[in-house]
């Protein structure tokens, strides 16, 4: 069955600190990458998403490429603020749509 | 445009009592998704409804657990009889319809405690 794989966490980052969260993933077919985020006392909101190999998500800053080869859709940011705190959810959805997530990471930014 | 509403936002109840949550999802929404999410995790599909009809439901414990979309909108989840282990955020999601790449749209959830 699908599964991904998130970094162990938490991730403690200071300001501007350059930032990487490992995802992987296991999957039949083509499915669609997702990171999800929650911010504290918040619901869970899409960040970005690819939909096909190559495909580059970006929102707020952050980045991920779709890596078929590799099977990893990484998150990045180039400099991380405060209000970046939050967890972080890799997901995917085959064709059913059912979204398989990652047990999520905690980054905590200080100032 | 409406998120999607959910209440109560918190429950307590004892082992054995019955607890049941309720979705409204963003209108014109054809899908709608129950997940729990327990401490530590990331979210577990229960069930997925397209308008009012199951498409996914394996994850679903049925022996105690139910779920229904009769009007092919609001949606409510059932525990009968609860568990300590059914302690869990419980969120309701919702799409524009099915489909790998449609984006799912999530409401603040259910926070349940059982003792």
């Known amino acids: 069955g699908n599964s991904v794989t998130q970094m162990e966490g938490p991730v403690t980052l200071s300001e501007e600190a350059f930032l990487t969260i490992n995802c992987t993933y296991t999957?039949?077919?083509?499915?669609?990458l997702f990171w999800y985020v929650q911010y504290p006392g918040e619901g869970l909101q899409l960040l970005l998403k690819a939909t096909k190999a190559d495909d580059k998500g970006s929102n707020k800053g952050f980045e991920a490429t779709y890596r078929k080869e590799t099977t990893s859709f990484h998150l990045e940011k180039g400099s991380v603020q405060v209000s970046d705190s939050a967890v972080y959810f890799c997901a995917l959805t085959g064709a059913n749509s059912k979204l398989t997530f990652g047990k999520g990471i905690t980054l905590s930014v200080r100032p | 445009e409406a998120g999607v509403a959910q209440s109560p936002r918190y429950k307590i109840i004892e082992k054995r009592q019955s607890v049941a949550f309720w979705c409204n999802p963003i209108?014109?929404?054809?899908?709608l998704y129950w997940y729990q999410q327990i401490l530590g995790q990331g979210p577990k599909l229960l069930i997925q409804f397209q308008n009012n009809g199951v498409v996914d439901d394996s994850q679903l414990p049925k022996d105690r657990f139910s779920a229904e979309r009769l009007k092919g909108v609001d949606s409510t989840l059932k525990i009968q009889p609860a568990k300590l282990e059914d302690s869990a955020v419980y969120l309701c999601?919702?799409?524009?319809?099915?489909?790998?790449?449609?984006?799912?749209?999530f409401g603040p959830g259910t926070r349940l405690l059982v003792l």
């Open positions: 209108s014109g929404h054809a899908t």
């Open positions: 999601a919702s799409s524009l319809d099915l489909g790998g790449s449609e984006t799912q749209y």
């Open positions: 999957a039949t077919g083509y499915p669609s």
